[in-house]
């Protein structure tokens, strides 16, 4: 695998055991390289074990990771980081009562690798204010710079969570929930802005909204019991009478919509 491959990330028969429980089975994904990739299940599938195994906060029991076409297998959580694979609202920095350009500034501070130099003027870092707001431009939170966190609605937060993470200019961006709790309105602001930062970057997302995994994906894949039990377009896996088994308890389709 050369790092100009098709794919951005492939892992190879990815097993996690917990005290003889297998929790993810012999997972084989290739995802490819600009492409929005979903891995949807019906809960206890094993599709947050899978986020943390590529994220290396579980080592997997066996299998192989590769990233650009190198192993990561071994790779520690910051190593992965460094790498360009930001897993967002889990690991990205919002502090609560900081200010919206604040936490931004924050991100960019570690592509500097200055977040720890607290002895230095807070001026020092002005110079990342004009980036800072950029990338708020893009989450569409520019009129929000000067807001205290913590006064931010929770779709707002949502989008500063994903901007921070742009500040580590990722080359794979996990997305783990992005619309979790969210009213219609805010998951039509979020899925707009998911489509619009997938521009020049590879998306991997864990989504129960099937609506919103419908609308942004190029390809799906369907973990049921820790094992893929399916992989495709939305077209294609919604009508798999396997898929709805495990989701609806039913082969008939009709009762999907019901």
């Known amino acids: 695998m050369s790092s100009d491959s098709e794919y951005i990330l492939e892992t190879k028969d990815l097993t996690k ?16 390289r600009g492409a929005i990739h979903a891995l949807i299940g019906p809960n206890g599938a094993g ?9 290396k906060f579980l080592e997997p029991t066996r299998g192989s990771i590769h990233f650009n076409g ?19 609202f889990q690991i990205s920095a919002v502090f609560p009562h900081l200010t919206v350009l604040e936490n931004v500034r924050i991100g960019l501070q570690r592509k500097l690798g200055t977040s720890f130099h607290f002895w230095k003027s807070e001026r020092t870092l002005d110079r990342l204010n004009a980036r800072a707001l950029e ?3 893009a989450v569409d939170l520019v009129s929000f710079a ?3 966190t913590v006064e931010l609605p929770y779709g707002r937060k949502r989008a500063l969570e994903i901007a921070t993470t742009l500040a580590l200019d990722p080359e794979l961006m996990l997305l783990d929930e992005p619309t979790a709790g969210m009213g219609h309105e805010d998951v039509g602001r979020v899925v707009e802005l998911i489509r619009k ?5 590879t998306i ?5 909204n099937l609506n919103v995994v419908a609308d942004l994906s190029h390809t799906i894949t369907v973990l049921a019991r820790g094992a893929i039990l399916a992989e495709g377009p939305y077209a294609e896996v919604s009508k798999n009478p396997q898929v709805l088994e495990a989701y609806v308890g039913t082969v008939d ?6």
Do not use: W, Y
């Not at 917990?18 to 490819?32: H, I, M, P, Q, Y």
């Not at 930062?197 to 970057?201: E, N, Y």
């Not at 389709?253 to 019901?258: F, M, V």
């Open 70 to 88: 190198a192993e990561i297998t071994g790779d520690k959580p910051a190593q992965i980081a460094r790498r360009g694979i930001i897993r967002s």
């Open 17 to 32: 055991e917990f005290k003889g429980f297998v929790a993810v089975n012999d997972v084989s994904l290739k995802v490819r």
């Open 204 to 208: 991997m997302m864990v989504e129960h």
């Open 135 to 137: 990338l708020l431009e």
């Open 47 to 55: 599709k947050t074990t899978c986020f943390n195994l590529l994220t």
């Open 253 to 258: 389709p009709a009762a999907a919509h019901d």
């Open 197 to 201: 930062v997938a521009a020049g970057r």
């Open 146 to 148: 000067d807001t205290v």
